[in-house]
Structures are given as structure tokens and as C-alpha cells.
């Protein structure tokens, strides 16, 4: 199957800084990407979908000035948590969906980034 | 609107027994289905899809799902269980016309014990 990569894979910040994770389709163009957030022992959530060169559309309750996603091009998106508060501390992954061939139906994710603020 | 329900938190087999982990959907229009495994802090991996065709689906080491219109489900099935496939299994939907991202269901944590 197609390959997402996330860097980075682990970070601890000190509250009131800013994360930037970065999220790579490696081996397809992917025209819509996805940021997920999962708390321990619990379902993925959707926090927003961004598709290359437009803004973002966050889902509800999802603070789009606080979680700034960028999809500067067809394998890079990027995910900056501004002004990090302990609250924030999550699993975050990424997913992406191909614009054709055999990349179009299947969402792809990568291995996450396990974020602390401390 | 989309939803997953994964009834069972948790299912327990013994190596060598077939298993089965729940999975009923809802969703408007016609549905696109997904079977995602993940290990403890991964991500998820693939297993397997239902888009359109034939109601039983292979995947990935040896699981397979069946799509039942009627009944809204698609289960996830292998007949001889491992204890490597021990993991958290996400069902997951999407509105085929919506083209919206996937929904997921609440996980269900599959224990094979030898």
C-alpha cells in the first residue's frame, strides 16, 4: 500500500510554545489530507480536511486559529499547534487520499506523533 | 449524518479459533467500508475495503469482511486467529457521494491467547 510519513514522532514542548508536525505522502500525490486526533483508548476524531492549495475546513469545535494546517503541495502537509497548553497533549496522525488510480478510495495514514506539553 | 458502531470493546479468542469483531454502519447514501489495525502507538494500517462488488471482501494476513446491505454490517472475520493479531481494529465509513474523509467506530481491542 501507498506510504505516509509524520515527523516528528514523538515531541515535548514547554507550554506556550508552537509544533509544527509535518506529514509526507511518499509514493503518491495526495490531493486530500487528513488531521485526526486520538486520546488514549479511544476513537480517531476528525479535526480537519485540507485539500492542496486551499484553506483548511476544520470540523466543529476544532479552533482553526490554534491548529494551523497547511497543504503547500500534493505530498506535504503540515499541522502547527500554536501556543501549546497541557490540554493539547494527544496522539496526532495524519491521513491522506490520492486524486486517482488505485490511491483514490483508501485513506493512508502515518505512524503519529505522540505530542506532551508540559 | 455518518456513523460507525463497534459493539464490543474488547473480544478475546484462543489461537487457532476463528474470530469475529463487530462492525454496523450509517451513512445516507452509499457507503464506502474500511477495516484499519493498529498497534500501540502506530498508526493505522490497512487491512481492508469494500467499495462496490462482490459482498465478501479479502484483506490483508488473512482477514476478510462481508458487506450485508440489509443488515448495515461488515464484520471483520478470519477463520484461524494468531496471537500477533492481537491489536486494536478501527472499522471505519464514507458517504461514497459526500466524498467526505472517514468516520470511525470507537475501536475494538482484539486479545488471541495461546
Known amino acids: 500500500g501507498a506510504v505516509v510519513s509524520q515527523h516528528p514522532s514523538r515531541v515535548i514542548c514547554k507550554s506556550g510554545t508552537s509544533v509544527k508536525i509535518e506529514c509526507r505522502s511518499l509514493?503518491?500525490?495526495?490531493?486530500?489530507m487528513f488531521w485526526y486526533r486520538q486520546f488514549p483508548k479511544q476513537s480517531l476524531m476528525l479535526m480537519a480536511t485540507?485539500?492542496?492549495?486551499?484553506?483548511?475546513?476544520?470540523e466543529q469545535g476544532v479552533e482553526k486559529d490554534k491548529f494551523l494546517i497547511n497543504h503547500a503541495s500534493l505530498t506535504l502537509s503540515t499541522l502547527t499547534v500554536t501556543s501549546a497548553h497541557p490540554e493539547d497533549s494527544s496522539f496526532y496522525i495524519c491521513?491522506?487520499?490520492?486524486?486517482?488510480?488505485?490511491?483514490?478510495?483508501?485513506?493512508?495514514f502515518g505512524p503519529g506523533t505522540r505530542l506532551t506539553v508540559l | 449524518a455518518q456513523s460507525v458502531a463497534q459493539p464490543e470493546d474488547q473480544v478475546n479468542v484462543a489461537e487457532g479459533n476463528p474470530l469475529t469483531v463487530k462492525c454496523t454502519y450509517s451513512?445516507?447514501?452509499?457507503?464506502?467500508l474500511f477495516w484499519y489495525v493498529q498497534y500501540p502507538n502506530r498508526g493505522l494500517q490497512f487491512l481492508l475495503k469494500?467499495?462496490?462488488?462482490?459482498?465478501l471482501v479479502k484483506g490483508s494476513y488473512g482477514f476478510e469482511a462481508e458487506f450485508n446491505k440489509s443488515q448495515t454490517s461488515f464484520h471483520l472475520k478470519k477463520p484461524s486467529a494468531l496471537v500477533s493479531d492481537s491489536a486494536l481494529y478501527f472499522c471505519?465509513?464514507?458517504?461514497?457521494?459526500?466524498?467526505?474523509?472517514?468516520?470511525f467506530g470507537k475501536g475494538t481491542t482484539l486479545s488471541v491467547s495461546s
Open positions: 471505519a465509513v464514507r458517504d461514497i457521494q459526500a466524498g467526505t474523509a472517514l468516520i
Open positions: 451513512v445516507s447514501g452509499n457507503p464506502y
Open positions: 469494500y467499495i462496490t462488488g462482490d459482498n
Open positions: 485540507s485539500n492542496e492549495g486551499s484553506k483548511a475546513t476544520y
Open positions: 491521513s491522506a487520499r490520492g486524486g486517482g488510480g488505485a490511491g483514490t478510495d483508501t485513506q493512508y
Open positions: 509514493d503518491f500525490q495526495a490531493t486530500t
